[in-house]
C-alpha cells in the first residue's frame, strides 16, 4: 500500500479488475476494471456498521489530488452522520438514471453540441420507450428490438444505440447494476467516409494554423494530422506518456479505443509542436481545460473557423487520421504498419484508409506507356 498519485495509477495495467488503497486516506483508493477504466472510490462503514461503496471520480477526467479532495470532503459528511447515497441503494427508472446521468457525467464531461445531441435523443426517441422501465428490469433482448426498429435511418439506430450502452455502462461503474444489457448488440453497417486532404489542402490548413490565434487548438489539429491519431488520444494526452529522449508516445489503454497500450514513434514534426508547447506548459496534460480541473474535450467551433480560413469543405477532424494514412501508403509504406501505427488490430480495418489520390493514380497509369 503506498500513497496514490498520477504517476503510480498511470503506470497501473491489470487483466483483472483489482482496487488499491491509499496509504494517507483509510478507505480511498482506485479501481482498475479488467477494461483498463481506472475510478476514484470511497468505502466505508456507518454507525450501524453498515458498509457502502462509492464511485468519486474517473482518473483521466479528475487528477488524483483531486479525487483526495473530494474523498477527504466525504469523509467529513460521514463523520457528521450525513451517509452519501450508496450506488447500489436502489433500482432506478431509466428515466431517474438517465437525468443523473446527464447531470452528473454529459454536462461536465462532453462538448456542448455532444449534451444537446444526448438529451434530444433520449426525449425523442429513448425515454418515450424505456424511461419508466427499472435499470435492472430492461433486457438485451428488448434493446436488439429497439434498435432494429430505426429501419430506415441504421446511422441514427447506431447513434442512439451507442448512448444506450454508455448510460447502462455508467450505471454497472456506479454500481446500480452488474452488467450492460446493451453490451454486443451488434451495430447496423455503415458505408465508410473516405475524406481525406490533398496536398493543396494539407498545405492551406498549415498555413492556416501557422498563424492561428489559439495556439492550443493549433497545436492539437497538428498532431492529430502528424501522427494520425484519435481526437480524443490527443486531447487526453499526458505529459508523462512522452519519452523525448527515445522520441515515443506511449498511449495507456484505458485511452485507446482497442483498449490497449499502444507505443507509436514520435516523427519530427511532431516533436517540434511537442517542444513549442512545453516551453509554455505547466500542467499534466498537454490541452487543459480552462478551468485547469481535467483537459479540453472538443473544439468544433474551432475547427469550423478552420475550416472556413483554410477554404476546406466538407472536411471532418477525423478525416486528418485518413489523411495521414493516404500520405503513408502513397509513400509506399506497407498495410501492416500502418495499421501498427493506426493502433488497429485487424488489417481489414487499415485497408479502408489505403486508398490512393487522384493524382497518385494518374501518375501511376502514366507509367505505363503504348
Known amino acids: 500500500m503506498q500513497r ?57 477526467k479528475i487528477t488524483t489530488e483531486q ?48 449534451f444537446e445531441n444526448e438529451n434530444y435523443m433520449l426525449g425523442k426517441h429513448i425515454l418515450p420507450i424505456f424511461g419508466k422501465r427499472r435499470i435492472n428490469d430492461i433486457k438485451k433482448r428488448e434493446i436488439e428490438k429497439f434498435h432494429s426498429s430505426f429501419e430506415n435511418n441504421k446511422s441514427n439506430a447506431n447513434r442512439i444505440l451507442a448512448l444506450v450502452s454508455h448510460i447502462f455502462t455508467k450505471a454497472t461503474e456506479w454500481e446500480y447494476i452488474e452488467h450492460n444489457p446493451a453490451q454486443g448488440i451488434r451495430r ?12 493543396d489542402e494539407i498545405k492551406r490548413l498549415l498555413d492556416v494554423l501557422d498563424s ?41 489503454m484505458q485511452k485507446t479505443k482497442q483498449r490497449r497500450t499502444e507505443y507509436i514513434p514520435i516523427n519530427d514534426e511532431t516533436l517540434a509542436v511537442l517542444m513549442e508547447m512545453k516551453k509554455t506548459r505547466n500542467s499534466l496534460f498537454l490541452f487543459p481545460s480552462e478551468s485547469k480541473e481535467g483537459h479540453m474535450l472538443d473544439f468544433k467551433n474551432s475547427w469550423k473557423n478552420v475550416c472556413t480560413l483554410a477554404k476546406l469543405e466538407d472536411v471532418r477532424v477525423h478525416d486528418l487520421r485518413h489523411t ?35 493524382e497518385t493514380l494518374r501518375k501511376a497509369s502514366n507509367l505505363i506507356k503504348f
Open 67 to 114: 479525487a483526495r479532495q473530494l474523498a477527504q470532503k466525504y469523509f467529513y459528511k460521514i463523520s457528521l452522520g450525513e451517509e452519501p447515497r450508496r450506488n447500489n441503494q436502489h433500482n432506478p427508472t431509466f428515466a431517474e438514471f438517465s437525468r443523473m446521468y446527464m447531470d452528473e457525467y454529459s454536462i461536465k464531461h462532453k462538448a456542448v453540441k455532444t
Open 324 to 358: 495521414y494514412a493516404s500520405l503513408l501508403v502513397n509513400n509506399g509504406i506497407s498495410l501492416s504498419v500502418i495499421g501498427r501505427l493506426l493502433g488497429h488490430t485487424d488489417l481489414s480495418t487499415t485497408a479502408r484508409y489505403a486508398h490512393l489520390n487522384d
Open 4 to 60: 496514490l498519485n498520477n504517476k503510480f495509477i498511470e503506470k497501473l495495467n491489470n487483466s483483472v479488475e483489482k482496487i488499491y488503497w491509499d496509504s494517507a486516506i483509510k478507505g480511498f483508493g482506485v479501481r482498475i476494471a479488467a477494461s483498463g477504466r481506472k475510478s476514484f472510490i470511497i468505502n466505508w462503514r456507518n454507525k450501524e456498521g453498515r458498509q457502502g461503496r462509492k464511485v468519486i471520480g474517473i482518473y483521466g
Open 188 to 199: 447496423n453497417k455503415e458505408e465508410k467516409r473516405s475524406r481525406y486532404l490533398s496536398t
Open 212 to 252: 492561428y490565434p489559439n495556439k492550443n487548438i493549433s497545436h492539437a489539429l497538428k498532431i492529430i494530422l502528424f501522427t494520425g491519431s484519435r481526437r480524443g488520444e490527443v486531447l487526453g494526452a499526458t505529459w508523462n506518456q512522452f519519452n523525448f529522449e527515445k522520441k515515443t508516445w506511449t498511449k495507456p
